[in-house]
């Protein structure tokens, strides 16, 4: 596990060992940290622009040691052999995922990079950029990597904020569906009548997703 002190530190580090500038996106649990809704994190979730700009923060991470592990030691079979799925890097029991572009069939989208949340700058020899991305983006994308623990970690955020925005989400879920994401509508309604449980979230939103499924 690693603490939010820990991973700015980790971050700054990876700065050190970069070749060139390099922007990122943090989502999942490391974005969570971001916003406070987590103390800790086993694994490091960051999305990139392009296939260079995640090459040369691979090579800078395994100059510090970190290596190369099975996707299906986490995922399950499907996910792991997605053509979108992350590459995967872990030393000791910390853990980088690593995707490109899309977190499986979901894209990181303009809109998603428009909400973000805040912009953390590391910088030594390069300069390492990681924008966090919204709250509501954070759940939407934990809905469709569908992980035991990323259920339990929306239900914290959703719990611990009761300021969410369920017309975001279901709008970006609505507009990754017409883009081409045909199990994002599905992914997103499972862990809402999951939610369901434990808070309350409006039926216009469940029945915007019900018109786009028909």
């Known amino acids: 596990m690693i603490s939010l002190e820990d991973q700015n530190s980790l971050f700054?580090?990876?700065?050190?060992?970069?070749?060139?500038?390099?922007?990122?996106?943090?989502?999942?649990?490391?974005?969570?940290?971001?916003?406070?809704?987590?103390?800790?994190?086993?694994?490091?979730?960051?999305?990139?622009?392009?296939a260079e700009d995640r090459n040369v923060f691979i090579e800078a991470i395994e100059e510090l040691g970190y290596t190369k592990r099975?996707?299906?030691?986490?995922?399950?079979?499907?996910?792991?052999?997605?053509?979108?799925?992350?590459?995967?890097?872990?030393r000791g029991d910390e853990r980088f995922d690593?995707?490109?572009k899309n977190i499986f069939q979901t894209v990181l989208s303009?809109?998603?990079?428009?909400?973000?949340?805040?912009?953390?700058d590391f910088t030594e020899k390069k300069s390492l950029v990681i924008y966090a991305v919204s709250k509501?983006?954070?759940?939407?994308?934990?809905?469709?990597?569908?992980?035991?623990?990323?259920?339990?970690?929306?239900?914290?955020?959703?719990?611990?904020?009761?300021?969410?925005s369920w017309g975001v989400i279901t709008d970006?879920?609505?507009?990754?569906?017409?883009?081409?994401?045909?199990?994002?509508?599905l992914d997103l309604e499972q862990a809402m009548v999951r939610l369901k449980k434990y808070i309350f979230i409006k039926q216009e939103y469940f029945s915007k997703l019900y018109r786009r499924q028909k």
């Open 12 to 50: 700054k580090l990876i700065s050190n060992y970069l070749k060139k500038d390099i922007v990122c996106w943090a989502f999942g649990g490391t974005a969570m940290m971001f916003y406070g809704y987590k103390d800790s994190t086993k694994d490091i979730d960051l999305v990139f622009d392009s």
């Open 70 to 90: 099975a996707l299906f030691d986490v995922y399950n079979g499907e996910k792991s052999r997605h053509k979108n799925a992350p590459v995967m890097y872990s």
């Open 98 to 100: 690593l995707f490109l």
């Open 110 to 120: 303009l809109g998603m990079k428009k909400r973000f949340f805040a912009r953390h």
């Open 136 to 164: 509501e983006d954070i759940i939407l994308l934990k809905a469709v990597t569908e992980r035991e623990k990323d259920f339990e970690d929306i239900l914290k955020i959703c719990a611990t904020d009761k300021n969410i």
């Open 172 to 185: 970006e879920a609505v507009s990754q569906y017409e883009k081409g994401n045909e199990f994002v509508l």
